[in-house]
């Protein structure tokens, strides 16, 4: 066969069509689902802990985005802390990933459970049990969902964005007195900031921006991947920080720091848009996150399947449970019901906030070791520039910040889960004395 009749991706995709990606990637209502919990940990300074996650995730963009250029196909941090700092490191964070792919589905399968209590008066039990069942149902029956849907969803978010600033505005606009400091407070109000509390609202607020890495993986699509692909991940980072900003700017200026009730947390930013709209607008934000969610639940849910399956396939984890495909539906099957049983399970015993801070625990070491990838590989081994030096540094050094500064209950899970890890590695490589565990997944 002559190499022109070989099937190739064509190099379709301009700067700004994967900008717009990355956009449906990370969805532009991505602070609205966690927002209370932000708000309650930073004592209302959500504003701030967007843009400081913003410039955190914008040096680890730099970093992601360089680091795909070296190694365009696989576009993993465990590929990259692997072939570039050592393999037990590469492991370690190829685990952490592990960990956040599994957590997903279930802090999915939480926040629509209370998201839906908002429009079914119905137990918190019952609610997760369908979901979870829901999510696993759909990706058995190998229901794929198009980028063309996403694209429409992500568009008819947008469209909620604008009705809820148009709302704010109107509000607003009826105030008759504002009071010292009122568009400032959002940024800073002496009454209830701490360092402290900034920090760990801004580990939390990372999760506004998980999903930007998946942009190097268009890199046989894209014109000029060397610039674009670097270009556009860097480039939603800010689309993405700047709207969150505006959002949550928007909320504050109606809610101030006044904390939420635990209970509600998951429905904050609904009962904020109540402020302004009444009932139409609550259950308007209320239905959008919901939906948001539920797609985001599904393909979490066939991502973690198939990164299991990577997994069983090459032996990391035992190929008779995890290696095997459904004959008629032609996916992963076991690894789709074990993740739901896992969120199930989970979403029984951890809460929204909780399962979320565990997320970043592994997102966090995960950007921190691409950090130090991309700061090996460009200016320890490469030039000694400053423009080779500045951004790994500091974002290896403001996500380990972040990393520190979650909960302590987060973390001591996080390094229970790390141990498990360790432990796992060392049995299956016998010591450590065979080739470590492969977290790579194929296509």
């Known amino acids: ?47 701030t802990t967007i843009l400081i996650a913003m410039v955190a995730m914008l040096f680890t963009a730099i970093s992601y985005g360089r680091m795909a250029r070296v190694y365009p196909s696989a576009g993993s941090a465990y590929t990259y802390v692997s072939q570039e700092i050592h393999p037990a490191l590469g492991y370690l964070t190829g ?3 592990v960990m956040d792919y599994v957590l997903n589905p279930l802090i999915c399968t ?16 019952a609610l997760a049990v369908f979901f979870a069942a829901f999510f696993s149902g759909v990706n058995l029956l190998g229901v794929k969902t198009s980028a063309r849907i996403n694209e429409v969803l992500a568009l008819g978010m947008m469209v909620v964005v604008v009705i809820f600033f148009v709302f704010v505005g109107r509000t607003i606009y009826g ?57 556009a991940t860097v480039l939603t980072c800010v689309v993405i920080g700047v709207l969150s900003a505006l959002e949550v700017y928007a909320a504050q200026l109606l809610w101030s720091s006044e904390a939420f009730d635990p209970s509600k947390i998951e429905s904050a ?41 990577g997994m069983g396939r090459s032996d990391a984890l035992p190929r008779s449970f995890f290696g095997r495909i ?39 070491i995960a950007f921190m070791g691409v950090n130090l990838a991309a700061l090996v590989h460009y200016y320890i081994r490469g030039e000694k520039t400053a423009s080779n030096l500045l951004p790994p540094a500091l974002g290896f050094i403001i996500c380990g910040l972040l990393w520190w500064n979650l909960s302590l209950p987060a973390k001591k899970l996080g390094v229970v889960w790390l141990a498990v890890g360790i432990a796992y590695g060392a049995w299956r490589t016998r010591g450590f004395r065979r080739e470590l565990v492969r977290f790579d997944a194929e296509e």
């Open 326 to 364: 459904d004959p008629v539906r032609r996916i992963p099957r076991n690894n789709v019901l074990l993740i739901g049983l896992v969120a199930l399970a989970g979403a029984m015993v951890i809460s929204y906030e909780r399962g979320a801070e565990l997320l970043n625990f592994g997102a966090l």
């Open 110 to 125: 939480v926040i629509c459970s209370k998201l839906t209590q908002n429009i079914v008066p119905l137990p918190y039990w």
């Open 175 to 231: 105030l008759h007195e504002f009071g010292a400091g009122y568009f400032t407070r959002p940024f800073y109000n002496p009454r209830t900031f701490s360092l402290g509390g900034v920090f760990g609202g801004t580990s939390i607020a990372v999760l506004t921006y998980i999903g930007f890495d998946g942009i190097s993986t268009l890199s046989e699509e894209v014109e000029n991947p060397r610039r674009n692909i670097l270009l």
């Open 269 to 309: 930013f609904p009962l904020v848009a109540q402020r302004a709209g009444g009932f139409f607008l609550f259950h308007l934000l209320n239905f959008t996150i919901l939906i948001a969610n539920i797609g985001s639940g599904m393909g979490a849910q066939l991502a973690a399947a198939r990164l299991l399956y």
């Open 1 to 47: 066969m002559s190499t022109a009749s070989v099937p190739a991706l064509r190099r379709t995709l301009g700067l700004w069509d994967v900008i717009f990606i990355g956009i449906v990637i990370i969805q532009p209502i991505a602070p609205m689902g966690v927002y209370g919990v932000i708000s309650n940990r930073a004592g209302g300074h959500v504003v």
């Open 95 to 97: 685990w952490a990933m």
